[in-house]
């Protein structure tokens, strides 16, 4: 028992729950299926970068370059799409872009892994130099005319409801690209031995590479898998807000990781949990659609979610100082 | 002189003709208008009035501006005009207290300066705005208010609680309403959008769930208007709601077609041009500023001088109807 409430799982869900009965007292209609539908499309992109961050900070790395290749791999993706004509459909779209999204992944691994250079140092550096080359080679403009494909994808549909004065709420069918993203890393961290090799690799890189574990090899793999899925999440967020905007995304990169360490990945790295992680996004999400409804001014917005950042990381980790000197 | 001014009077009645006869043969001019960043849509466009500008009045204008946005790039080119003996400079500038030293040195050497877009410019003869920050909030409170029937809840965007312009659009129109429009009550604070589509969207959900008799919304930031078109567009709401506020048609084009965005505002860059360009011929000429002064494009007529800044009405209302006519 005391162990459950030691754990970030907890306090995150005990923050989010005491915000939603807040903020359902103000506003009783807030409790409600369009209320949860509109929560789970505005976070899902959040959620699918948050899925790539969290693989990065279990192998002991950290990744500030996600949004700069998500831009870069949208931006191009629909650009090469509208310029030739393709109208194509979605599946095309995503593959490009997280083929492109793979790519540039690459490049963070082979600084990574082959060069061995600090992770932190590496994608500041390349989430300049890939916005640089976004803006300066593929393009400034912003397209508003996406491919038709995209714009379906946006437009299909998982549910649909009517409220009682007649309008629509709906869910949008790309949430099961998150849900893909969140099954198949599972799957990798849990049931296969790559997945081990990265919680290793976070909890002690040396002792890592001591046990055999091909740590380059491991390193190239994180790298282009959270290259992948975010070029994926940039074009589904395209698709979503139909408008390639090369100027979007990038500037998130904060709030994902702030996300992710609240659901109690560590920084140092070999800790985190999927469950934790969504439940970080869904805090940040609910906090960020429900200050209207509280009341809350826009210049205290920020206040109040950089209160909460310091309350979910501070007070997990102030407890476990707490309870290593006691042991 | 006489001679030159019915000319100009004459072609700017007949503006759109292509009218030689302002092309006087004695002195042609030479005057760059160096703009923020060149290739993107607004400064193409601005380009074409420039172009026309120099047609019709054959002299030598037109229009440089730097490959990226930058302060100091945009420097260095007022720096190669002077350089170049041009008689006068009109500018856009990117960062107004970046040029102030360059423009003092132009205007040192006897070259007319005229700005637009840069309202608190020290170094210049003359800045010219396409509209005052608070007549163009009103148009837009009139418009809105209008379309719901002078009555209902309203919700207001901005880029953000600094950007100036914004909240000057907004606090004008809101204390229109005040006056105005009785029935009509703003929901909420100013919603701040950080120039992103996607927390338009979001503030818009969420503004419908916290307020669901909200009806009217006003944006500022260019993309605040396709957000809300969005999150309108989604919920099937389009007949039930106004939406107006400040955008481009090349971004809320696919909103004002469904009619999810109901009519979007901004000025036109061809026209501020071709006004900077004639204003700056026409004190090279020795004519004097004056308050209620008229240039030739629409909506330049009847400027008002307040210190050394002439404001238009060039505000452009478009919405379903003419928006083809606004490629940008």
Redesign the interface.
Known sequence: MARLFARNETLVATILLLFIIVTSIVDPSFLSVPTLFDLLRNGLIMAIFAIGVLLVLISGGIDVSFTALAAFAMYATTKTLVETGVEGSMALALAMSGGIGLCLGLVNGFFVGTMRLPTLIVTLGTLSAFRGALLTFVGSQLISNVPDGMRDFSRTMLLRGTNADGYFYSLPAAVLVLLLVVVLTWFILYRTMLGRNIFAIGGSLDSARRIGIPVTKVQYFIYAYVGTISGIAGIVHASLARVANPFDIVGLELSVIAAVVLGGARLQGGTGTITGTLLGVALIVVINNSLITLGIPSTWQNIVIGLLILLGTGVPAWQARRSGRTE | MMKRMIALALGSAAMLLPATMGAAQDASYKIPTVVKISG??WFNRMQEGVDRFAEETGNDAYQVGPPQADAQLQVQLIEDMIAQDADAITVVPFAPEAVEPVLQRARDQGIVVITHEAADIENADYDIEAFSNAAYGEQIMKNLAECMGESGEYAVFVGS?TSKSHNEWVDAAVAYQEENFPDMTMV?????TFD???QA???T???L??Y?DVAGFQGSAS?DV??VG?AVE????EDDTCVMGTSLP?????YLETGAVDRIFFWDPALAGYAMNELAVHMLDGGEVTDGMDLSPEGYQDLSLQGKVLYGQAWVEVDQSNMADYPF
Not at chain 2, 188 to 192: A, I, L, M, P
Not at chain 2, 234 to 237: I, L, P, S, T, V
Not at chain 2, 250 to 254: C, G, K, M, P, W
């Open positions: 993107i849509q609680l909420g604070d100013k919603n701040e992103d589509q996607q969207y979001q503030k959900q969420e503004l769930r916290a669901p993309t396709a957000g969005l989604e919920r099937g709401m090349s971004i809320s084009e696919q």
